[in-house]
């Protein structure tokens, strides 16, 4: 079908351009105009029930709803002159006939499209003089979600979301009139992997999310831009971290992650899995200080020593034993520039005569068709655009075994994985023939328990760096809170054990290690750090098809 034309329009008194057929409302939107909605959302159709998209067309007898009304060329809409206001301002008022204005104990607070437009309208004084009806304050409807039926306004969105995108149908609007209410059918829950999305497309507060309501007020929270790292998918996001009133949340720096509307990637959603990971951030797991076994107990040293040492000491029985006996098992959880990093230390200089990088069963899981994939890494592909796989054979978690097994190995370096777990109980007994161990991680496990060398390494939320999702779109995350302790972006603990062996790098930031990164592999040529954007970019040759996300669309983060 041959693409629609471009049409010339008046908006507001300023002339515009859009593709024929596209909706007001959304071209309001891409010209910086937001017309206020409740119902309409870009990812899940405009039925439009709220009413309140008003705006006046000249040559319509009556203002009209913008979310279902395409451009056509010549049109003129008015979105800001006393009529469409007052127009949007009595639906808004019907909205607020029975909505109970408990903005002060309301976790929407802050982030509310009610709240802003009675605001914006100085609605203060009800012309309502009966009793607001009463209906359910707190239904428990789901493992993460709870509704309050007095705040809803009936806008159909976690509906929608419920038939259109996870097609499980769990909601749904009964009664009549001003006695309509949304409530589960009977017998059902949303407990559907996508629940908490309902939370996020609810423009009120009706629906909360049972993990974050009442933690922290939302307007005391720092929003960075990132990526979900627990699957192949990498979803944008924004993480929220309560770094001005830490002691409402005195263990949890980073409070919750909210998908970001990216269209290459997740559409305008994200799973639960993804959603409650934030816990990973500051788990109790996590590892803060380097150490060294000594006598079977863990003494502490400064970071940057722990590297220098624990890379003299690796070279020196390289020189000793040979490089073949030397392993080393990678991760997918780790950044392109850690990879890179990684690459130039232990193949380019140690010449490891054992690699294993893709992911085994510790890795995989669950995957579906909404957006979840089954390589629980998001850099696996990053891995094998830099050749770890297909240049650099890899091992398999059978074949290591062997390897120690056999006695063909004398090293062991392990980074962010957990061969005692894969190889199951009592095989730390394995490790008692190996002269050299290490750990390299953000959080303990079994092996870095038993490693004579523990270097932590900080999590995706405290550094700069880039992810290559399965599709080969390559995103950038952020950091949003300091390291914890002396843990570090697992590329500098690289470039110290470099420097220890007089091989030293010039890198002093992420977008460094990009930088050379991106000079020397193909796939990542022509593309620079700063300009990775809010949506990433594509490896210029991406690894296999891919499945976009559902209903991707158009439009920004507030929908
Ligand atoms: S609960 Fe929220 S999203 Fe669902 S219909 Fe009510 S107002 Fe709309
Ligand atoms: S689909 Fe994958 S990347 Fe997206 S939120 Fe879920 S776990 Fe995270």
Same mark, same amino acid.
């Given at each position: 079908?041959?693409?629609?034309?471009?049409?010339?329009?008046?908006?507001?008194?300023?002339?515009?351009?859009?593709?024929?057929?596209?909706?007001?409302?959304?071209?309001?939107?891409?010209?910086?105009?937001?017309?206020?909605?409740?119902?309409?959302? !870009?990812?899940? %159709?405009?039925?439009?029930?709220?009413?309140?998209?008003?705006?006046?067309?000249?040559?319509?007898?009556? !203002?009209?709803?913008?979310?279902?009304?395409?451009?056509?060329?010549?049109?003129?809409?008015?979105?800001?002159?006393?009529?469409?206001?007052?127009?949007?301002?009595?639906?808004?008022?019907?909205?607020?006939?029975?909505?109970?204005?408990?903005?002060?104990?309301?976790?929407?607070?802050?982030?509310?499209?009610?709240?802003?437009?009675?605001?914006?309208?100085?609605?203060?004084?009800?012309?309502?003089?009966?009793?607001?009806?009463?209906?359910?304050?707190?239904?428990?409807?789901?493992?993460?979600?709870?509704?309050?039926?007095?705040?809803?306004?009936?806008?159909?969105?976690?509906?929608?979301?419920?038939?259109?995108?996870?097609?499980?149908?769990?909601?749904?609007?009964?009664?009549?009139?001003?006695?309509?209410?949304?409530?589960?059918?009977?017998?059902?829950?949303?407990?559907?992997?996508?629940?908490?999305?309902?939370?996020?497309?609810?423009?009120?507060?009706?629906?909360?999310?049972?993990?974050?309501?009442?933690?922290?007020?939302?307007?005391?929270?720092?929003?960075?831009?990132?990526?979900?790292?627990?699957?192949?998918?990498?979803?944008?996001?924004?993480?929220?971290?309560?770094?001005?009133?830490?002691?409402?949340?005195?263990?949890?720096?980073?409070?919750?992650?909210?998908?970001?509307?990216?269209?290459?990637?997740?559409?305008?959603?994200?799973?639960?899995?993804?959603?409650?990971?934030?816990?990973?951030?500051?788990?109790?797991?996590?590892?803060?200080? *380097?150490?060294?076994?000594?006598?079977?107990?863990?003494?502490?040293?400064?970071?940057?020593?722990?590297?220098?040492? *624990?890379?003299?000491?690796?070279?020196?029985?390289?020189?000793?034993? %040979?490089?073949?006996?030397?392993?080393?098992?990678?991760?997918?959880?780790?950044?392109?520039?850690?990879?890179?990093?990684?690459?130039?230390?232990?193949?380019?200089?140690?010449?490891?005569?054992?690699?294993?990088?893709?992911?085994?069963?510790?890795?995989?899981?669950?995957?579906?068709?909404?957006?979840?994939?089954?390589?629980?890494?998001?850099?696996?592909?990053?891995?094998?655009?830099?050749?770890?796989?297909?240049?650099?054979?890899?091992?398999?978690?059978?074949?290591?075994?062997?390897?120690?097994?056999?006695?063909?190995?004398?090293?062991?370096?392990?980074?962010?994985?957990?061969?005692?777990?894969?190889?199951?109980?009592?095989?730390?007994?394995?490790?008692?023939?190996?002269?050299?161990?290490?750990?390299?991680?953000?959080?303990?496990?079994?092996?870095?328990?038993?490693?004579?060398?523990?270097?932590? *390494?900080?999590?995706?939320?405290?550094?700069?760096?880039?992810?290559?999702?399965?599709?080969?779109?390559?995103?950038?995350?952020?950091?949003?809170?300091? !390291?914890?302790?002396?843990?570090? !972006?697992?590329?500098?603990?690289?470039?110290?054990?470099?420097?220890?062996?007089?091989?030293?790098?010039?890198?002093?930031?992420? %977008?460094?290690?990009?930088?050379?990164?991106?000079?020397?592999?193909?796939?990542?040529?022509?593309?620079?750090?700063?300009?990775?954007?809010?949506?990433?970019?594509?490896?210029?040759?991406?690894?296999?098809? %891919?499945?976009?996300?559902?209903?991707?669309?158009?439009?920004?983060?507030?929908?």
């Amino acid at each position: 079908m041959p693409d629609k034309p471009k049409v010339k329009f008046t908006l507001d008194g300023r002339e515009l351009e859009a593709v024929e057929g596209t909706l007001v409302i959304d071209a309001a939107k891409a010209a910086g105009i937001e017309v206020p909605h409740y119902c309409y959302h !870009p990812g899940l %159709g405009n039925p439009g029930v709220c009413r309140l998209c008003m705006v006046e067309v000249e040559g319509a007898p009556k !203002p009209m709803v913008s979310c279902r009304l395409p451009v056509k060329a010549g049109m003129v809409v008015k979105s800001d002159t006393a009529r469409a206001r007052k127009a949007q301002a009595s639906s808004l008022e019907f909205h607020l006939a029975n909505h109970p204005l408990d903005c002060p104990v309301c976790d929407q607070a802050g982030e509310c499209f009610l709240q802003d437009y009675y605001m914006r309208y100085g609605l203060y004084r009800s012309a309502v003089r009966e009793d607001k009806l009463h209906k359910e304050k707190r239904l428990d409807i789901g493992p993460t979600v709870v509704l309050d039926q007095e705040r809803c306004i009936l806008c159909t969105r976690c509906t929608r979301f419920l038939s259109q995108v996870t097609k499980t149908n769990e909601l749904g609007i009964f009664n009549r009139g001003d006695h309509d209410v949304l409530a589960p059918y009977p017998g059902r829950r949303v407990d559907n992997p996508y629940s908490g999305n309902i939370v996020d497309v609810c423009p009120v507060g009706a629906l909360t999310d049972k993990d974050f309501r009442f933690k922290v007020r939302v307007w005391y929270l720092d929003e960075t831009p990132s990526l979900c790292t627990t699957c192949a998918r990498g979803c944008s996001i924004d993480l929220h971290a309560n770094n001005r009133r830490p002691w409402h949340t005195p263990d949890e720096r980073v409070v919750r992650f909210k998908p970001r509307h990216n269209p290459e990637v997740n559409a305008w959603w994200m799973c639960d899995e993804g959603r409650y990971s934030y816990k990973q951030i500051d788990s109790r797991l996590r590892l803060k200080f *380097a150490s060294r076994l000594v006598d079977g107990r863990p003494e502490a040293v400064a970071a940057k020593e722990a590297a220098a040492r *624990a890379a003299q000491e690796l070279s020196a029985l390289v020189k000793a034993k %040979g490089p073949q006996g030397l392993a080393v098992v990678l991760s997918g959880t780790l950044s392109n520039e850690d990879l890179f990093a990684a690459r130039r230390l232990f193949v380019e200089t140690l010449h490891c005569g054992m690699l294993l990088a893709a992911p085994g069963p510790d890795q995989l899981g669950e995957g579906d068709d909404v957006l979840r994939r089954k390589e629980r890494v998001p850099n696996h592909i990053g891995a094998l655009a830099l050749g770890f796989g297909a240049r650099i054979p890899d091992t398999t978690w059978g074949g290591l075994r062997a390897a120690v097994e056999g006695g063909k190995l004398w090293g062991l370096y392990v980074i962010d994985r957990d061969p005692l777990a894969v190889w199951g109980k009592g095989s730390e007994k394995l490790l008692s023939g190996l002269a050299f161990t290490a750990y390299q991680g953000s959080h303990a496990n079994r092996f870095s328990t038993a490693a004579q060398w523990v270097l932590p *390494a900080c999590s995706f939320a405290e550094e700069d760096a880039t992810f290559t999702n399965f599709e080969g779109q390559v995103q950038r995350s952020r950091a949003a809170v300091p !390291p914890l302790g002396e843990s570090r !972006p697992d590329w500098e603990i690289f470039r110290d054990m470099l420097a220890a062996l007089e091989a030293p790098q010039a890198w002093t930031s992420a %977008g460094g290690v990009f930088a050379e990164l991106a000079k020397a592999e193909p796939p990542f040529a022509s593309m620079a750090f700063e300009d990775l954007g809010m949506h990433g970019k594509r490896l210029a040759r991406a690894p296999g098809p %891919g499945s976009g996300p559902p209903g991707a669309g158009s439009g920004g983060d507030r929908a």
